[in-house]
């Protein structure tokens, strides 16, 4: 669920909120590949303007098997691993100087 994404305003002009002032609302899907990471700069720039909303989004695939090497592995734990290392990428992206 995306609590500051309103889907009504995709592919819409910017939202004037009270005073007049422009808003920005911008989504940036990230699947962890160098081509979704171009989308980045031009994030960023649009994020320059005033009232400006970043979003970063990285799904998390569905869970279909239990993997392991011999050991018990629930489908929880696998779930926790995936979200972990999602949380962490994002971070990773976040904290990036930018280019």
Do not use: C, F
């Amino acid at each position: 669920m995306l609590p500051d994404w309103d889907k009504r305003s995709l592919g819409r002009p910017p939202i004037l909120i009270g005073g007049g002032h422009l808003s920005q609302r911008i989504l940036v899907p990230l699947d962890g590949s160098p081509l979704a990471e171009l989308a980045l700069p031009e994030a960023l720039a649009l994020a320059k303007l005033p009232e400006s909303r970043v979003t970063l989004l990285h799904v998390i695939p569905p869970i279909e098997d239990v993997i392991s090497d011999g050991e018990v592995i629930t489908i929880d734990q696998q779930w926790d691993n995936r979200r972990i290392h999602a949380m962490h990428y994002l971070e990773s992206i976040r904290t990036r100087p930018p280019a």
